[in-house]
């Protein structure tokens, strides 16, 4: 009994660390060290993925591995790939220009946008009290926007995107993978999502963010530490999704709904510590509104059911 809450205390914090670890050094990186890539950064998170992905599931039998059946079931998980890139990338290119706390903040009110999204696309509706229960997670972001002494309307704007991407991923996977033939545990998935982001994000960084390559290597050259910041900084992104999966699996629904909402403020309290970004009391007050609501919202949806 002692051993097994040991692994799982091991679990957790290894969860917490990864997610906090690559949102700091992805902070770090695009900002303070002023690697201004995003698209090329994530597709090292990417690559990463493939590979460890590949090597957890074929050789060290993490999970069982399942197979695609069908090209259609293949286009599916193609599509949500393509969402996830959106997704990643414009979380990435915020942090360029807004601190990681307000990043955090408008990151969670990914539950607005899964409702909202859920609705348009299924029809699924929710009790009152769960609808009721989103008001202080919009209502906390607007006042955190107001109160933001490094507010950049680009920088919101695309974190917005990327938060509602996230949410339009969550729904999307209910409907595309919901039979029982093509549904795939998160490790699965990513294992063929991936790859299929590598393909959409080469040619997008090889366009878009011209002669990168040459650029990273001239870096490295002049500075080996991005060489293993950039390894580093892929390897965690992959453990974020490893750890994410198992602490799914060890723990009960309710633990990882409070770990989850924990996370996002150790994740800016961290951040604030490290980067010294100035923050409001109104602005903070902002934020605890939306995790207050996410908190409501998920014990409304509880109910509910």
């Known amino acids: 009994m ?3 809450r040991w692994f799982t205390i091991g679990l957790v914090t290894a969860w917490y660390s990864s997610n906090i670890g690559v949102l700091l050094l992805n902070k770090y990186l695009l900002s303070n060290y002023g690697f201004r890539y995003p698209i090329f950064l994530t597709l090292c998170h990417m690559l990463a993925c493939s590979l460890l992905s590949y090597a957890a599931i074929a ?7 399942q197979n695609v059946r069908s090209r259609a079931q293949f286009v599916k998980i193609s599509a949500l790939s393509l969402v996830f890139c959106a997704s990643v990338v414009s979380g990435n290119v915020s942090l360029r ?7 955090q903040a408008i990151g969670a ?3 607005f946008f899964t409702a909202v999204f859920a609705y348009i696309m299924t029809r699924r509706k929710e009790a009152l009290l769960t609808y009721l229960a989103l008001i202080p997670v919009v209502g906390g972001v607007v006042i955190a926007s107001g109160g933001e002494p490094s507010f950049h309307l680009f920088g919101f704007l695309i974190c917005i995107a990327a938060t509602a991407a996230r949410a339009l991923k969550t729904v999307l996977q209910g409907i595309l993978l919901s039979s029982e033939g093509e549904k795939l545990n998160s490790m699965n998935l990513l294992l063929y999502m991936a790859p299929v982001a590598v393909a959409f ?3 997008a960084a090889l366009l878009m963010e011209e002669n990168v390559v040459n650029i990273a290597l001239a870096l490295a050259r002049d500075d080996v530490r991005i060489l293993w910041y950039l390894i580093f900084n892929s ?3 992959y453990l974020v999704n490893l750890t994410n999966f198992l602490v799914t699996k ?3 629904a309710l633990t990882l709904q409070v770990l989850g909402n924990a996370k996002g403020a150790v994740a800016v309290v961290v951040s604030i510590l490290i980067f010294r970004n100035p923050v ?5 007050l902002g934020y605890c509104l939306t995790v207050i609501g996410v908190i409501l919202y998920s014990e409304a949806r509880k109910r509910s059911k």
């Open 235 to 237: 390897a965690l992104a």
């Open 59 to 65: 050789w060290l039998k993490l999970v069982p591995m």
């Open 2 to 4: 002692g051993s097994s």
């Open 109 to 111: 009110t990914t539950p």
């Open 250 to 252: 060890h723990t009960s």
């Open 201 to 203: 994000l080469l040619p």
């Open 97 to 103: 220009f807004i601190p990681v706390s307000f990043n």
């Open 280 to 284: 409001s009391i109104t602005g903070m």
